[in-house]
Structures are given as C-alpha cells and as structure tokens.
C-alpha cells in the first residue's frame, strides 16, 4: 500500500529579528551568523501566540482545502509543551472544529517528534486506509539570552494530512533508525528555555546521522546515488551542511554543496522550529524546485537526547500543481520586524506561566492565545 504526506501546510510567529541586529547588539561580526552559522533572521512568537496558535494556523489550510473526513486522529509533536498532562493536540483539534470521533495526543523527543508523529500516521493509515491522519509540528525555541545558543532560536509550524495514495510524497517503508542516551540538549520541567551542550550537540547530530544511514543502507540496500535530494533537520542551516559533509566523507560520495540551499530558504529566515525544522525544509523544496518528479528524497530528522531517523520518499508527478511557495514567502515577508529590546522584554516574560492574565491583541492569525483564567489557557479564533 503507498501512503505518505497529501498535504502540507506553514505557520510561524507575528514578529522577525533580523540578526544583523542581535549581532551589533552582541558586539559580532554578522557574517558568524550568515555564513557560520547559515542563518539570517528569527522568527519571535507575539504574546498571543504560542505552539497552539501557531500549530493551528498551520493546519487551517488543510481543514478548508480538504474538509474532516477520515481524520481520526491529530498527533501534535512539540518539544516546547504548554502543559504537563492536557494536550496541545486537544486544544487544536477545538480550534479547527475537529470531529469527536478523533483521538487526539502530543509527542515528545525533542526534535524528533515531528517524525515519531509522520512513522506512527504511517501506520494507522496502513491498518485503515479510509483514515487520515493530521499532523502537526509546533515549537519555539527558546535558549537563555546572551547565550552563545541565542542566534539559533526561532518558531515555526508545519502541519501535513498523511494519507493513502497522497498527492505529494510516498513515504518508503525502510528507514534507518539511531539513538544514543546523551545528555546534548535538554528543558528540564521548571525552565522555559533550553539547556544545552553546543559542541556535544554538534557531534552527537553528526554520529545520528552516520549511525541512521548505516541502518538503513543495512535494511534498506540503499546507496548514496539513489537519493536525488537532502532534507536535514536545521537547528541552524550550517549544521546540516557540516553533517552531510561528514556523511559524504563516511561513505566516499562527492556532493555539491549548493544542492541543500534551496532546503535552507525557509529555516534561514525563521530559525529553528525543532520539530517543524525538516518539514520547513521540505515545503521549501517543494515550493521551489523544479525537478522533482519522482525523485527520491532522504529526510535525516534529529532529536537530541538522542534520537535520528533517515526516511526515504518518492514525489509524486504532479506535486507542482499544488506548490504554494508565494504564499509561505507572503507569511514570512509580511512578519512585523521587532527591536532587540522590544525581543528581550518578550523574552523575559514566560509564556508558561500558569498565573490569571489577559494577552495584548497582537497577532493577525487565525487563533489567539487570549490568555489565563484558573490556570487553563485561553484560546480564540481571530477570524
Ligand atoms: N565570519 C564567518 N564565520 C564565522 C565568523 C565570521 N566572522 N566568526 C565565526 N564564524 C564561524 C565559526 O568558524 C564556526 O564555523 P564552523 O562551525 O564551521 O567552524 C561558526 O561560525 C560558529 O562559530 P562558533 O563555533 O564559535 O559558535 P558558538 O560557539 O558561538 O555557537 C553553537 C555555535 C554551539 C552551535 C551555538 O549556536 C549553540 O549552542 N546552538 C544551539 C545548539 C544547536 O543548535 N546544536 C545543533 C545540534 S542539536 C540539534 O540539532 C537539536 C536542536 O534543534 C537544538
């Protein structure tokens, strides 16, 4: 049976920071966060927006384009959860006027849960291919001010219909599969921002891709010259680029390093999105490359802690008919700019906190985070 991704869909936060910015706020040269790092600008959620509005506001275009038939179920993956227990899979499954008849649960492996979500549709589909499974992908990254982790913050959704017979990407049954107990990157339950271990990160990334691509070449009998493109995760775009380097090196392949740009076009301008971030590099793909027609692409997914899966798909002929690249431009260009300042007080303030409030009408998104009342969060829909 053929099933894999029929759709998919963006969102991301009200405001952008330019690094040129941070980087003279910080004293850097600039060109460390361009060229050394490969990114460009962040996205910075408003007070009213968070992992649910945005997660929601992804998936609105799904719901209008092809209605709530078959889908029984919405896997939320997030590593920057709103609550302990309650799901932010229920809340979004209210916001789009879901049917009861759907489960609805959020997942959790840092970076990976967006594809824990994709192999786990994968399979409901498979034991019932009248079903369809929605998916969404939502965080913020968030890491200490003045750290060395803060220009690679940012926030991001992508929200995607798994299906059978879908419209834009097969998904192949043999993956490779790696994780390793590493303490690289962490949020420990009493703190909004991530802890992390920089050049621990960088290697521990590096070893999940070499160990993924050797599981799979193992189940799969797949060889460097049958995949046609790259998607990586993209905690910062350079970070894939060094981690295909080494993939290159380990299995003696020659690559072009202009090839993984396009993929970059859209994490380079809204910073990492954790469990969004590959996905993010797949609509870029999809929205602006020509030349996919039955191609085969690789998807490396890395979660630190640490888990990697290398996933293989096939585009379907006819995926151009359905590109929607001038609208994701459209969302990223119409981002209101914020001052460093203006960032730094967000930042200051936890969105997670529990205490009664009412946020400032900021966003224009569909769906608001309104705000606190007995210690349940508030949502609404703007339109
Ligand atoms: N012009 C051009 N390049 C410059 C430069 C300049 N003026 N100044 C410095 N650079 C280059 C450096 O040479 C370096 O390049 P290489 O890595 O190719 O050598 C690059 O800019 C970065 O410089 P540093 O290594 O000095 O940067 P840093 O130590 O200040 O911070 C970091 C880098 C450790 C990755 C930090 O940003 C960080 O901790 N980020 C968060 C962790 C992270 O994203 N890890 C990725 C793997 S974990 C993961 O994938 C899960 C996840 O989403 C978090």
Redesign the pocket.
Same mark, same amino acid.
């Given at each position: 049976m053929r099933v894999g991704i029929h759709d998919l869909a963006v969102a991301t936060g009200h405001h952008v920071l330019d690094l040129d910015d941070l980087a003279a706020r910080n004293g850097?040269?600039p060109?460390?966060y361009h060229?050394?790092?490969g990114q460009d600008a962040f996205s910075v959620p408003a007070a009213d927006e968070d992992i649910v509005t945005m997660g929601a506001a992804a998936a609105l275009p799904l719901i209008e384009r092809h209605g709530t038939d078959g889908i029984r179920t919405v896997l939320f993956a997030t590593e920057s959860g709103v609550d302990q227990s309650k799901s932010a899979a229920v809340v979004a499954h209210g916001l789009l006027g879901l049917p009861s008849t759907a489960r609805a649960v959020e997942l959790k492996q840092?970076?990976y849960g967006g594809t824990a979500a994709l192999v786990a549709a994968l399979g409901i589909v498979a034991r019932d291919p009248r079903e369809r499974v929605l998916v969404i992908a939502s965080d913020v990254?968030r =890491?200490d001010l003045d750290?060395?982790?803060e220009?690679?913050q940012g926030a991001g959704a992508v929200a995607f219909l798994v299906a059978a017979d879908p419209d834009l990407i097969e998904i192949e049954p043999a993956s490779g599969l790696f994780s390793a107990d590493v303490d690289?990157?962490w949020r420990p339950n009493d703190r909004s921002t991530?802890l992390?271990d920089?050049?621990l990160?960088?290697s521990?990334?590096v070893d999940a891709l070499l160990g993924s691509w050797d599981d799979l070449a193992d189940r799969g009998g797949i060889a460097p010259a049958d995949i046609d493109r790259w998607l990586h995760?993209q905690?910062?775009t350079?970070?894939a680029l060094?981690a295909h380097r080494a993939w290159s090196k380990h299995v003696g392949a020659e690559f072009d390093e202009t090839e993984l740009a396009t993929g970059f076009t859209y994490n380079r301008r809204t910073g990492?999105s =954790?469990t969004a971030?590959v996905f993010l590099a797949l609509a870029a793909l999809l929205d602006l490359d020509d030349d996919l027609d039955g191609r085969r692409l690789a998807l490396f997914s890395?979660?630190?802690g640490s888990v990697g899966e290398l996933l293989t798909g096939i585009v379907k002929p006819g995926y151009r008919a359905l590109r929607r690249a001038g609208q994701v431009a459209g969302l990223l260009d119409a981002r209101v700019p914020i001052s460093v300042d203006d960032y730094r007080e967000l930042h200051a303030a936890t969105s997670t906190s529990s205490e009664a409030r009412q946020n400032p009408a900021v966003t224009t998104g569909p769906f608001r985070f309104t705000g606190v009342e007995a210690g349940a969060r508030r949502y609404a829909r703007t339109e």
């Open positions: 850097v040269d060109a460390k060229v050394g790092l840092a970076c990254a =890491y750290s060395a982790a220009p690679t690289d990157f991530a992390v920089g050049r990160s960088v521990a990334y995760h905690p910062f350079k970070m060094k990492n =954790y971030s890395y979660g630190s």
